[in-house]
């Protein structure tokens, strides 16, 4: 009891004195003497004591055992009670507050002493107990909290596997409430099929001693509540508790693990089979040390791993070569530990050159610094021999390996640019083949390339170095001439143009034969004609087209002239743009005779343009239509105009079948055979009513595709007529396979079809041809009577020209249908009456040849030239001719050769006083005159030849 502190509550003092004097003895301290339970409360909170003497019985209002209870509220502290009452009520009391002790009144010392002992023995030993209960449950609370918020899912079982205690995780990973596992097996935690395999284990693990396995790995499969099942890893130990064995099992889902753990492997294999290099290096302060590098690095560097490991980034990807801007790059992008985008050429370990694409990239660390590099590679060196291949195709002809109208662009204005600095001239010059188109149709299109490369062999041959030759297009080309001294630019790039034109007019061997294509050239030169290539280019295309009009093969300079007249060609071109929106056209309609009946057989639709009030000409604006592309919607106009004419006309009952021109783009059009239809169709017009007419040049530019288009025109019930025949390139075996109804003979054999033998015997060729061929036959351009008998008697199937009508308004024509117009010829055409033709320039002449025949059984014509002659011949059936030999412009030896040609079937006599006997000889020779008459004539004589002649004539004609 040595030194504890009490605290005595008793209201006699005389006893609470007696009891302090006690204890003091004994060792102890009394803290304080309370009389009541306000002093009592007071005390114990001050003096904190060990122990609490209380008599039960207070004065006045004050109950000890309430105020027991009220301390023993505040604080634990031992309590013994003093009384002198021992009756059951009391001390049932008493024992409500769990007192430790009691005394008696009175009591000796030894009593009291043993008493306190006792209790406070009690009271310590109760607090000690309350201590580790409070240190046990603290524990139990800690390690529940462990277990609670830990993230592994722990199940506790006894040694039958019941389940005996979870955690929060296991609730979460098993999908269960706590109390719907405790209690359970174990078994409900794994998927039905394994369940036997997991008994067999955990006998396994019960039979082996426990010290070999005090934590246990092993990897299982558990099932959720919901009857889902996930991977997980399990650790398991075992405890002895009161004798019982616990296990507990510690679960870790690995589902996500598994899924980083296979996108690893994933990434690892995505890095394993990548095309692109991958290199991982450590940041170092001083060095970046090769960590990785996948099989696709090792094969674009031809380097193993183990070869490439702890070398230096910087030298690994970029190579040695300290000139390298790439390599410059790449240092400063590790130096500063940041991103790089570059494409570097290096050396492979063979010592092959590549072309690399790589991109570097920091990998920071918790902190934020670069611990590593990771750098992707990619090999583009067949990416940029491509890239480099598709800039050389873009910028140089394909066919012939010239630069292309690109690059010459290019070379040109860096030529101008030059010429600036140094103040020379600049030549240019465009070249254009002038027999590549022939080339092209007769020997074919590989030819026709074969002779471009030739072409342009030839031209590098002949420039000089730093010079441009190009390839525009087509068969045109173009030629820089750089340096050239201002004052001798235009000689020097004369004699240039003469040696290249000496160079490019000898022959070319082309499929076994020999070639000749020479060229047109147009120069234009800088400054004086322009100072940019676009301005340069088009003079000189002026130019080249004024050689071409001169003399093919020649060369032309550049003048103002020709600007003008661009400038005029650009805005005919503008203007004929807007007239084609604003419908500034018109047709005008030619008429077609039969040469038989005399009467309409139909009319060619002729196009106007009604420009500024005036009517521009055909000639000027169809060439500028053809190579602009608006031919192709004038031609359509043309064809609805001219079918709605051919409906309205029908409505009044008039019927004309009309011919429309097609275009060679129009030709070698996919759509044209459904726009013809479509014009039909939308204005309601038979098929027969339309005639399309094309010109031999456009079929022969692509025969076969020609033919095709055709055959589905002809399909379609049109006339198919083909126009100026014998003009072009025509091929008897591509005729034969034309669908076509018509062939229109040129005027340019119409023309002088009176005159010139050639002329005619090819106008009579073409139409026995067209006869032999089943094809109707139409003269086109017959201005003349004479040229209308002519072709009428070797028979012609159909006039068009001026002599019947020029072109005509659509009112026009339509008078001509209603009044019936038609074409009518002498009726002496058709007397067989012998007919004698008189030739001299001498009027007295002919009046006294005429005298002398009076009587005689003959029609006598004069004409007082050999024009005049050869045309009254056209005009009628004549059988004897007898003409003067000395007229002016052509002799009469000369006139009878020609009429011998055209009308072999004639008797020719020449009648002269001054005959050139050589002359006459030969034509006697040649047949070309029967008889030579002398100047001046003996009548008797005269008319003996002449009736010698007229009788060998119809002998001739009718031998029997």
């Given at each position: 009891m040595n030194g504890l502190r009490i605290l005595i509550v008793e209201d006699e003092r005389v006893i609470a004195r007696d009891i302090a004097n006690q204890l003091q003895r004994f060792g102890s301290t009394v803290v304080g003497i309370a009389g009541d339970a306000a002093q009592a409360l007071a005390l114990f909170g001050q003096e904190d004591p060990e122990l609490v003497l209380l008599d039960i019985h207070l004065d006045g209002a004050d109950d000890g055992v309430s105020l027991a209870?009220?301390?023993?509220?505040?604080?634990?502290?031992?309590?013994?009670?003093?009384?002198?009452?021992?009756?059951?009520?009391?001390?049932?009391?008493?024992?409500?507050?769990?007192?430790?002790?009691?005394?008696?009144?009175?009591?000796?010392?030894?009593?009291?002493?043993?008493?306190?002992?006792?209790?406070?023995?009690?009271?310590?030993?109760?607090?000690?107990?309350?201590?580790?209960?409070r240190q046990v449950a603290d524990s139990e609370a800690r390690l529940r909290a462990i277990l609670e918020t830990a993230y592994n899912g722990f199940v506790i079982c006894d040694e039958a596997l019941l389940i005996v205690m979870v955690n929060a995780q296991a609730e979460r990973l098993f999908g269960y409430e706590r109390e719907e596992m405790l209690g359970q097996p174990l078994s409900m935690l794994i998927p039905e099929r394994l369940r036997e395999a997991h008994a067999q284990a955990h006998a396994r693990y019960l039979e082996a001693p426990y010290a070999r396995h005090p934590n246990q790995l092993g990897r299982i499969v558990g099932r959720r509540k919901d009857g889902s099942e996930f991977p997980a890893d399990v650790a398991l130990s075992h405890a002895v508790c009161a004798g019982e064995i616990l296990l507990t099992a510690s679960v870790i889902d690995t589902s996500e693990r598994k899924r980083q753990e296979e996108t690893l492997r994933l990434h690892r294999r995505a890095l394993e089979s990548s095309a692109n290099g991958v290199v991982i290096a450590e940041a170092k302060a001083d060095a970046r040390p090769l960590l990785y590098a996948n099989p696709a690095f090792e094969r674009m560097t031809g380097c193993q791993e183990a070869e490439l490991l702890g070398g230096d980034l910087?030298?690994?990807?970029?190579?040695?070569?300290?000139?390298?801007?790439?390599?410059?790059?790449?240092?400063?992008?590790?130096?500063?530990?940041?991103?790089?985008?570059?494409?570097?050429?290096?050396?492979?370990?063979?010592?092959?050159?590549?072309?690399?694409?790589?991109?570097?990239?920091?990998?920071?660390?918790?902190?934020?610094?670069?611990?590593?590099?990771?750098?992707?590679?990619?090999?583009?060196?067949?990416?940029?021999?491509?890239?480099?291949?598709?800039?050389?195709?873009?910028?140089?002809d394909e066919l012939t390996g010239l630069p292309n109208r690109s690059l010459l662009q290019d070379r040109c204005a860096q030529g101008i640019a030059q010429a600036r600095r140094d103040g020379s001239c600049l030549a240019l010059i465009l070249l254009d083949l002038d027999r590549f188109k022939w080339v092209n149709d007769s020997l074919g299109h590989a030819q026709g390339d074969a002779l471009l490369r030739l072409v342009a062999r030839r031209l590098g041959e002949t420039m000089r170095e730093g010079d441009t030759v190009a390839r525009l297009g087509g068969d045109e080309f173009v030629l820089i001439l750089q340096h050239l001294p201002p004052d001798e630019a235009e000689l020097?790039?004369?004699?240039?143009?003469?040696?290249?034109?000496?160079?490019?007019?000898?022959?070319?061997?082309?499929?076994?034969?020999?070639?000749?294509?020479?060229?047109?050239?147009?120069?234009?030169?800088?400054?004086?004609?322009?100072?940019?290539?676009?301005?340069?280019?088009?003079?000189?295309?002026?130019?080249?087209?004024?050689?071409?009009?001169?003399?093919?093969?020649?060369?032309?300079?550049?003048?103002?002239?020709?600007?003008?007249?661009?400038?005029?060609?650009?805005?005919?071109?503008?203007?004929?743009?807007?007239?084609?929106?604003?419908?500034?056209?018109?047709?005008?309609?030619?008429?077609?005779?039969?040469?038989?009946?005399?009467?309409?057989?139909?009319?060619?639709?002729?196009?106007?343009?009604?420009?500024?009030?005036?009517?521009?000409?055909?000639?000027?604006?169809?060439?500028?239509?053809?190579e602009t592309g608006l031919i192709v919607p004038l031609g359509e106009w043309v064809l609805h105009t001219a079918c709605a004419q051919l409906a309205a006309w029908h409505k009044e009952g008039l019927f004309l079948p009309v011919a429309v021109n097609l275009s060679a783009r129009q030709l070698h059009s996919q759509a044209l055979p459904q726009t013809c239809r479509s014009a039909l169709e939308r204005h309601g017009v038979e098929p027969a009513c339309l005639e399309l007419e094309l010109t031999e040049s456009a079929m022969m530019q692509d025969p076969e595709h020609g033919i095709r288009v055709l055959k589905a025109l002809k399909d379609s019930g049109l006339t198919l007529s083909l126009d100026d025949f014998g003009t072009g390139y025509s091929s008897l075996s591509y005729l034969k396979r034309l669908p076509l109804d018509l062939l229109k003979i040129d005027r340019s054999f119409v023309r002088n079809i009176t005159q010139e033998p050639d002329d005619a015997h090819i106008a009579v060729a073409i139409i026995a041809m067209a006869h032999s061929l089943r094809l109707k036959v139409v003269a086109e351009g017959v201005e003349t009577e004479a040229q209308m008998h002519y072709l009428r008697r070797n028979g012609c199937d159909l006039l068009q020209g001026f002599y019947f009508s020029p072109p005509v308004p659509k009112d026009e024509l339509k008078d001509m249908l209603v009044t019936r117009r038609r074409l009518s010829w002498p009726a002496e055409l058709d007397d067989e009456q012998p007919t004698l033709l008189l030739v001299d320039d001498e009027p007295d002449v002919l009046r006294a040849l005429k005298r002398m025949l009076r009587g005689e059984p003959y029609r006598v014509l004069t004409a007082a030239s050999a024009e005049e002659g050869l045309e009254t011949l056209a005009r009628y059936p004549i059988q004897v001719i007898v003409s003067d030999q000395r007229m002016p412009g052509m002799s009469g030896t000369d006139f009878l050769g020609k009429v011998r040609e055209l009308y072999p079937g004639t008797v020719r006599m020449v009648l002269s006083g001054y005959a050139d006997i050589k002359s006459v000889r030969d034509a006697i020779n040649r047949g070309a005159i029967y008889r030579f008459i002398d100047k001046p004539w003996q009548d008797d004589e005269f008319l003996r030849h002449l009736r010698d002649a007229f009788e060998l004539q119809a002998k001739q004609h009718d031998p029997a």
């Open positions: 209870g009220e301390l023993m509220a505040r604080k634990p502290v031992a309590v013994v009670f003093l009384t002198a009452y021992s009756d059951p009520a009391t001390l049932a009391r008493v024992k409500a507050v769990s007192p430790y002790d009691f005394l008696l009144k009175p009591f000796d010392e030894r009593s009291l002493c043993w008493t306190l002992e006792l209790a406070i023995a009690r009271f310590r030993a109760l607090q000690e107990r309350q201590a580790l209960e910087l030298d690994i990807l970029a190579g040695e070569d300290l000139d390298n801007p790439a390599r410059h790059e790449l240092c400063a992008a590790l130096r500063e530990r940041r991103e790089a985008h570059l494409i570097l050429r290096r050396c492979r370990a063979d010592g092959t050159p590549a072309w690399c694409e790589l991109s570097l990239a920091p990998v920071l660390d918790e902190a934020g610094r670069a611990s590593h590099y990771v750098s992707t590679i990619n090999d583009i060196s067949e990416r940029v021999r491509y890239e480099a291949q598709l800039e050389y195709q873009a910028t140089h020097l790039t004369q004699g240039f143009v003469r040696r290249l034109q000496d160079t490019l007019a000898r022959p070319y061997v082309l499929a076994g034969q020999e070639v000749q294509s020479p060229a047109s050239l147009g120069i234009a030169l800088y400054p004086k004609d322009g100072e940019d290539a676009q301005i340069l280019l088009q003079h000189a295309d002026a130019a080249m087209y004024r050689a071409k009009e001169q003399q093919r093969g020649e060369f032309c300079f550049f003048t103002e002239a020709m600007n003008q007249r661009a400038v005029h060609r650009l805005s005919l071109e503008t203007a004929l743009r807007r007239s084609l929106d604003q419908g500034d056209f018109e047709l005008h309609y030619q008429p077609k005779v039969d040469l038989r009946s005399g009467q309409l057989a139909g009319a060619e639709a002729l196009l106007r343009w009604r420009h500024e009030e005036r009517l521009v000409s055909p000639a000027d604006f169809i060439p500028l239509a053809e």
